[in-house]
């Protein structure tokens, strides 16, 4: 079993920060990219930031410049630090790993449980 664990939403005002923090736990072999995604009622789940195994790292639009994702791979943890915030930011936000377990061939997507973010204007 593994298991992906969020934490670290909350309410801040617009132009304040917050640091997202997901660990796996359980049978983890080896990750690959780690990523954070957003969730906003009525729109698709949009991809935030991915880092990769290299520590490579991409941005959607909205989160470049602002935004800074981090992986600590002893801990099998990815961090989101969000600077400056804007109330569009608000939403739900999940991470996502893709994940080879202990005795498995292959790599699978698990997702956390998603941690609230809210900006207040």
């Known amino acids: 079993q593994v298991q992906l664990v969020e934490s670290g939403g909350g309410l801040v005002q617009a132009g304040g920060s917050l640091r997202l923090r997901c660990a796996a736990s359980?049978?983890?072999?080896?990750?690959?990219?780690m990523a954070w995604y957003r969730e906003v009622p009525g729109k698709q789940r949009e991809k935030v930031a991915v880092v990769w195994r290299s520590g490579d790292t991409r941005y959607g639009d909205s989160a470049r410049g602002r935004f800074t994702i981090s992986r600590e791979n002893s801990q099998n943890a990815v961090y989101l630090f969000m600077d400056r915030l804007k109330p569009e930011d608000t939403g739900i936000y999940y991470c996502?790993?893709?994940?080879?377990?202990?005795?498995?061939?292959?790599?699978?997507?698990?997702w956390g449980q998603g941690t609230q973010v809210t900006v207040s204007s």
């Open positions: 996502n790993m893709e994940i080879k377990r202990e005795g498995s061939l292959h790599f699978t997507d698990y």
């Open positions: 359980g049978s983890v072999r080896l990750i690959n990219d």
